[in-house]
């Protein structure tokens, strides 16, 4: 930091107001920018008086010519508003600060005062043109995030001020999904009174995009509130399919609680949601799928069963699991193989013997008229195996 800045912020800690002017003195041959920022501490001379608490100084900073009422990153009003000054927040409005001047990723001014509390100062700025309905980067509006927290005084004040009850954000739900989301009884009551809709359709969208975007939290709380899961996104694909394509087995249970259907499939080549869970293991959610009313022998556009997928993916237990909740073991796919064919093909030795353990019709053909011990001709241990009960 240059003399000149580091003689400035002396000047403000010791609330010497004589020294500071002379030091921004137009007149002198280098005067300093009343803008500028105090190097170590990055802020501007009016943050820093705010910062230490240096009000009186902080209200001749913005009389002075050349400042700025405005300072991209550095916003006079959001400070103020910030470090809770409110006369002062309420006489930069006064001079004309832009009422939404809206900081990268950060609330609005208006919402900055809601949130504290400040409704006089909040009106002053709706007085002043501020935007009601203006939206962050994820298309929250002031509205939405005050149901969504249930902040019922903030929704009291945005309806009195006609906010637009409708507006939806990025992932496609407005204020009252988000209130019903966390459970805001009386917002929604409020919402719904003031016109907002609320509709099947938007509380899904809700659901989905929470989900995909990683909000899990309102995702629960939506299925818990009543919410259905058996809907499909713009590919066709239901929400238990999903999960289940992304491994989250703890989500695809609570979406089988809540009443998905898991004798869901894959839009396009009908995989059903336990061909997802037998290919990878997944034995007690099997169970729990097959208590729910899951079909054991539901095949997939090219004949592929739970068994069947169990038995291609090497999944020795999940075969056993299968078979003992009866599961058909001598079903074939498309092509005519049988599982005893699948597992000779991929010399799936210890899958093999537990085949004829549990009785697997080893001489089932398939399409090109072979069985599982036409394709262990070079194979003498999977023949023996193939061949044991013979």
């Not at 501490?41 to 405005?70: H, M, Q, R, W």
Request: glycine share 6%; hydrophobic share 40%; with cysteine.
């Amino acid at each position: 930091m240059s003399a000149d800045l580091n003689s400035l912020k002396e000047a403000l800690e010791q609330c010497d107001l004589d020294k500071f002017l002379s030091l921004i003195n137009k007149e002198q041959e280098e005067p300093i920018d009343i803008n500028s920022t105090l190097g170590d501490v990055e802020l501007t001379p009016f943050e820093y008086c705010l910062n230490l608490g240096n009000v009186s100084i902080a209200e001749k900073i913005l009389d002075l010519e050349g400042f700025d009422l405005n300072y991209k990153g550095h916003n006079p009003l959001r400070c103020s508003i910030i470090y809770g000054y409110t006369a002062l927040a309420q006489k930069l409005i006064e001079k004309g600060c832009n009422p939404n001047c809206r900081e990268e990723n950060k609330k609005s001014l208006l919402y900055l005062c809601l949130e504290r509390g400040y409704f006089e100062l909040a009106q002053l700025l709706v007085s002043k043109g501020a935007e009601i309905n203006s939206r962050d980067e994820n298309g929250f509006t002031a509205l939405i995030y005050a149901a969504y927290t249930g902040k019922s005084a903030i929704v009291d004040f945005l309806l009195k001020n006609k906010a637009l009850v409708d507006i939806c954000n990025n992932e496609g739900w407005n204020a009252v999904v988000g209130a019903f989301a966390n459970g805001n009884t009386e917002i929604v009551e409020k919402l719904l009174a003031s016109g907002a809709h609320f509709q099947e359709s938007y509380a899904q969208a809700a659901l989905l995009n929470s989900y995909l975007n990683g909000n899990i939290k309102v995702a629960k709380s939506l299925l818990e509130n009543g919410v259905s899961p058996n809907f499909t996104d713009k590919k066709s694909e239901c929400l238990l399919i999903v999960a289940l394509e992304k491994g989250d087995y703890d989500f695809a249970r609570l979406l089988v609680e809540k009443g998905a259907d898991p004798n869901s499939r894959t839009s396009k080549n009908r995989v059903t949601a336990l061909s997802f869970l037998a290919a990878n293991g997944q034995d007690e959610l099997i169970k729990f799928f097959k208590e729910k009313g899951a079909d054991l022998n539901l095949a997939s556009k090219y004949g592929n069963t739970p068994f069947l997928r169990a038995v291609r993916e090497n999944q020795l237990q999940t075969v056993k699991v299968l078979a003992e909740l009866g599961a058909n073991i001598n079903a074939t796919d498309c092509d005519g193989e049988g599982a005893a064919i699948i597992a000779s093909k991929n010399e799936y030795y210890s899958m093999a013997e537990e085949l004829v353990s549990l009785g697997v019709d080893v001489e089932l053909i398939d399409k090109d008229g072979k069985k599982a011990v036409s394709y262990a001709k070079y194979d003498s241990s999977m023949k023996s195996i193939l061949l044991r009960n013979r």
